[in-house]
């Protein structure tokens, strides 16, 4: 018995000594492994990795899950951007955005550019959706809007088009990561034409049988459901279609990606 | 454990000052234990950092500031995340590189188990078993560990924490696939086992808990019976045996 005790309490030591070790490992090591470049880029085999089993996974198209009216969330958060800055939108939101108008451009045959009004008169989808935040919470909505693989049509997206890329009026600060802050910027995104032309990727100018509110995205928002919350770009201008998402601001494809956000947002 | 084990010769009073070697462990089981290791360690971290971006759980479809949540938790502090400072980002590139790799690991554990009869042979409870179920915890009550004969098999607490904690890796995938809106797109009714989004984040978290106390118990369980013996048998495979004990 005695033994047993000497010998565990031996080993307590070990292991408590291997663990305080393994802790203090653990907070330089991870840190330092997280702002390397190499590691960085391993890590970016996961994303790859995720983005094609999806794609794979969601090859026939599937849609996400419509929920009933009753489902509906009483208050659904507003994140990022919740009322644009400057004197151009706040002009635009006293005009009730009357003149507010949608581009669609590059990579196109026949560059469109759509006012409220015009967009309200196509067809329409409505859905009942589930918004999923990178930070873990989840609200559902009802959006109405324009199908933008109907858009894109109208367009007429070139064969060298790849990606459709989303402009949008808000400029929205960073957050802390890597140590520090990070920069302010306009607020963009994209998406792989695959996305933009799903059925249920729409162009929102109403929520819950109501206008979008400004903390919502007024007067347009992305709507992507089968992507993290911030795919969705509110307070839209323009849509333009590119080969490449090199060259745009940062070149990672949108505002949070620029920041070290994935760009395929499906998980 | 392996066949050798179960065929060598009873550990005879002389040999006892020189303990039995067995070859305990296969390579694989070796290989995909320190994977798994290192993966939860890996995911653990970067899981807490990731819940420090909302740490509130919630129950249903749905959750978020105005909807009353089941539990606040505090915040995570920064020795137990991964990276240390608050990164979501940077999180969820670990967290998701570690879920790929433990799921490989653990599917090629599952595979080999399989055919190997690894799972039938060692971790199948025996009707024998679960007769010497409270004399089992009645041992480990009394940190008394098997000796001779009976250190050469899992006992039957250790075949059920194995099992469980098998099971718990499997649920952990399950709901964090759910947590993913296109995972939900092509397989619904994940949303459906789990009653909800939000429920399977909640579940995904009790999960993780459940396994760091198997980890916890598991690392008690090593330095109680021989920590030398037990990690050195995990790296290189050979275990000495605890000599018979004296009777009384």
């Known amino acids: ?267 | 454990m392996t066949a050798d084990a179960a065929t060598a010769a009873p550990a005879s009073p002389r040999a006892r000052a020189k303990p039995e070697l067995i070859y305990r462990h296969a390579l694989v089981v070796r290989l995909t234990h320190w994977i798994n290791a290192a993966s939860i360690f890996a995911l653990v971290g970067s899981g807490l950092n990731i819940l420090n971006a909302h740490p509130a759980l919630y129950w249903g479809l749905q959750g978020n500031d105005y909807a009353d949540p089941l539990a606040r938790l505090p915040a995570w502090p920064a020795w137990i995340t991964i990276p240390s400072y608050r990164d979501l980002a940077s999180a969820r590139h670990w967290h998701f590189m570690f879920a790929w790799i433990l799921v490989a690991s653990g599917l090629v554990y599952l595979a080999w188990s399989l055919v190997s009869r690894h799972g039938w042979r060692d971790l199948r409870p025996t009707l024998a078993d679960l007769r010497a179920i409270p004399r089992s915890i009645l041992d480990h009550a009394r940190l008394r560990h098997p000796h001779g004969e009976g250190a050469k098999r899992y006992n039957v607490l250790q075949k059920f924490a194995y099992l469980g904690v098998i099971a718990l890796i499997a649920g952990m995938a399950a709901t964090g696939l759910t947590l993913s809106p296109g995972v939900d797109a092509a397989a619904p009714w994940l949303l459906d086992l789990f009653g909800g989004r939000q429920s399977a984040r909640t579940l995904h978290f009790v999960f993780a808990s459940l396994i760091v106390l198997f980890v916890v118990v598991h690392l008690v369980e090593v330095v109680l019976a021989g920590p030398l013996n037990e990690v050195r048998s995990m790296i290189t495979g050979r275990y000495a045996v605890p000599p018979e004990r004296d009777a009384g």
């Open chain 1, 1 to 267: 018995m005695i033994r047993v005790s000497r010998r565990a309490a031996l080993g307590a030591g070990i292991a408590g000594s291997g663990l305080a070790l393994a802790g203090c490992a653990k907070i330089i090591s991870a840190d330092k492994l997280t702002q390397s470049s190499a590691f960085e880029r391993v890590l970016a085999y996961a994303q790859v990795w995720t983005r094609e089993s999806q794609r794979f996974l969601l090859s026939g198209g599937a849609l996400a899950r419509e929920y009933p009216a009753s489902d509906i969330s009483a208050h659904f958060r507003a994140n990022g951007t919740v009322h644009p800055a400057g004197e151009a939108y706040a002009q635009a939101l006293a005009e009730g955005f009357a003149h507010w108008t949608l581009q669609i451009g590059g990579l196109v045959a026949r560059p469109l550019a759509l006012t409220l009004a015009e967009l309200r008169a196509l067809p329409a989808r409505t859905q009942v959706t589930r918004h999923d935040c990178v930070e873990g919470w989840s609200a559902i909505g009802g959006w109405t809007g324009a199908p933008l693989g109907l858009l894109l049509r109208a367009a007429g997206v070139l064969p060298s088009a790849k990606y459709a890329v989303f402009y949008c009026a808000d400029v929205l600060g960073g957050e802390p990561a890597k140590g520090g802050a990070q920069s302010p910027g306009q607020y963009y995104e994209s998406l792989a034409l695959v996305d933009a032309f799903h059925p249920q990727t729409i162009i929102a100018y109403a929520m819950n049988g109501r206008p979008l509110e400004v903390p919502h995205g007024a007067p347009l928002r992305l709507r992507v459901e089968r992507q993290l919350g911030y795919k969705h770009a509110k307070y839209l201008l323009q849509i333009q279609l590119v080969d490449s998402l090199a060259g745009i601001h940062g070149g990672a494809g949108g505002y949070w990606e620029d920041r070290g956000y994935d760009w395929y947002a499906g998980i």
